[in-house]
């Protein structure tokens, strides 16, 4: 994506839309300390000044006490003694190689990819042994039918880059569904200022099959995302950094889905990459009811002949 004006384009044309392994919004230093609240997240390469690998993602995410009725929520592990919220988001994420003016295959390249998910999930927070237990369930589609490629060229040619050429390449329509379980504890904290958690994530489902762990630090003017929801402070700012290993099993984006197998271009199975290494960063700003983060992330390659992908986010959310 070239211009920065993407993301508020499709925010207007597009206001219910926004997947998975890319977008993490609920790791505790991104917590918001309310069990009503909506936030809004976009993804870019645009920020770290490259045009390739994951390209961009959105989510919209709410969090409100009435989603307790949800469903999907059964499938749930609801620990006694935790405070516990409900939150459903829809996400999207898109993929492009390097050279998106071409109409013909990149061999060797990442094949463009596109999915749309709805996510269901939990957050259930231990305040006496700090720790969050999260879950999650998303239901959506990867393919053509998660409008990829007409989201990209309608943007390009309002903003008047590169018409990608490539889309009619990509990743063919499969069914997509994940659930995913992510633990994380608190192992030191210093009063308001410091704090440093482990944690470890493990998804299995048709877009991806991985597992993780990782520790992440936060520094600065910080409120326990592992106290009760009542004890919040009106103002907080902070710097965070997570460094995570992964382990990746199935990789749909690289791969194309698990019943569909018509996709004109794969990355095959022995060159994908089974060990990532992945650090986020970023700067967060919290007052009582507003949230606001930049982030940036370095992933290692994930095939063979790929390269580390590089990418910047924004969270906005409202407390309500």
């Keep these: 994506m070239k211009s920065i004006l993407y993301p508020f384009f499709f925010f207007l044309l597009l206001p219910s839309l926004s997947l998975g392994q890319k977008i993490d919004n609920l790791a505790s230093f991104r917590d918001i300390k309310s069990d009503s609240y909506f936030r809004y997240h976009y993804d870019n390469d645009y920020f770290s000044g490259t045009d390739e690998n994951y390209t961009q993602g959105y989510s919209l995410e709410l969090v409100a006490p009435f989603l307790k009725k949800n469903p999907a929520n059964y499938l749930f592990y609801k620990p006694r003694k935790s405070e516990i919220k409900f939150g459903l988001a829809v996400e999207h994420i898109g993929f492009t190689p390097p050279t ?119 520094v600065g003017l910080i409120n326990s995302p592992f106290s009760a929801i009542n004890k919040k402070k009106k103002f907080q700012f902070y710097a965070y950094s997570q460094i995570l290993g992964n382990l990746i099993a199935y990789d749909a984006t690289l791969r194309g889905g698990v019943f569909n197998k018509t996709s004109p271009y794969t990355i095959p199975s022995e060159e994908i990459e089974r060990f990532t290494g992945q650090f986020n960063y970023g700067l967060v700003l919290k007052t009582k009811t507003l949230y606001f983060e930049y982030s940036r992330t370095v992933l290692t390659r994930e095939f063979e002949s790929g390269t580390p992908t590089k990418w910047g986010g924004i969270r906005i959310g409202l407390t309500f």
């Design 100 to 218: 998106i003016g071409s109409p013909e295959i990149q061999f060797g390249d990442r094949p463009f990819a596109a999915a749309i998910m709805l996510k269901s999930f939990l957050i259930a927070t231990d305040t006496i042994a700090k720790s969050r237990l999260l879950s999650s369930l998303n239901i959506g589609l990867i393919g053509p039918g998660a409008f990829g490629k007409e989201m990209q060229v309608g943007i390009h040619k309002i903003t008047g880059n590169i018409i990608p050429q490539g889309w009619r390449n990509q990743i063919k329509n499969d069914v997509v569904i994940n659930y995913e379980v992510s633990y994380e504890k608190q192992l030191y904290r210093a009063g308001n200022y410091f704090s440093l958690q482990t944690n470890s994530t493990a998804r299995v489902g048709t877009l991806l099959t991985n597992a993780s762990v990782g520790l992440n630090t936060t």
